[in-house]
């Protein structure tokens, strides 16, 4: 059985002052700021953060509820993005952080936030040949790279063990 999302941390970096800002989306207990979820790990990203309990099955819901809001004034596809940091953690302690380039409607170049996720896994891992990789010999040294830096194998591992 895949491990389960536990808890996923979304920072409105840019956009309109009103709607940026933290918001932490957990399951179970909630986390103890600067314990559970490590915060002065993360920049300070995470400082101050809303906090949301969810249940287990819910969570992706309110991650992509919560994103669509936030596109309501996020630039329109083609006219540029605000930045979202992410941290996702699953129940086994594996974790996952990155940017969110949002745009109108919640999504990154018309994809929501997990599939959006799942890409950039895959991408990493070198399951996933963007389109934009033409060159070979290019695709061959960003595998190259991220077999060497550890996270081909990294984000093979969320990819087998973790439900997204």
């Known amino acids: 059985m895949k491990a389960k999302v536990k808890l996923v941390a979304l920072n409105r970096a840019e956009g309109p002052t009103k709607d ?3 918001v932490i989306f957990y399951v179970g207990d909630q986390p103890e700021i600067g314990k559970q979820v490590r915060i002065r790990e993360y920049n300070g990203h995470f400082d101050g953060s809303s906090l949301v309990s969810c ?3 819910g969570i ?4 992509l509820a919560r994103l669509r809001r936030w596109g309501d004034s996020a630039p329109e596809a083609g006219q540029g993005y605000d930045k979202v940091d992410f941290l996702v953690r699953w129940d086994d302690g594996q974790e996952y952080e990155g940017r969110f380039d949002l745009q109108k ?3 990154d ?8 996720l799942r890409g950039r896994l895959g991408f990493f891992s070198c399951q996933r040949r963007p389109s934009h990789f033409k060159d070979d010999s290019n695709w061959k040294h960003h595998c190259a790279m991220m077999q060497e830096n550890g996270g ?3 984000c093979e591992k969320i990819l087998a063990e973790c439900e997204i």
Do not use: I, P, R, T
């Not at 992706?60 to 991650?63: F, H, K, P, Q, T």
């Not at 170049?109 to 959006?116: A, I, K, Q, V």
């Open 20 to 22: 940026c800002g933290s």
């Open 55 to 57: 249940l287990s099955d």
């Open 60 to 63: 992706a819901d309110n991650v």
């Open 105 to 107: 409607g919640g999504q």
């Open 109 to 116: 170049s018309g994809e929501s936030f997990w599939h959006s």
């Open 152 to 154: 081909k194998e990294y």
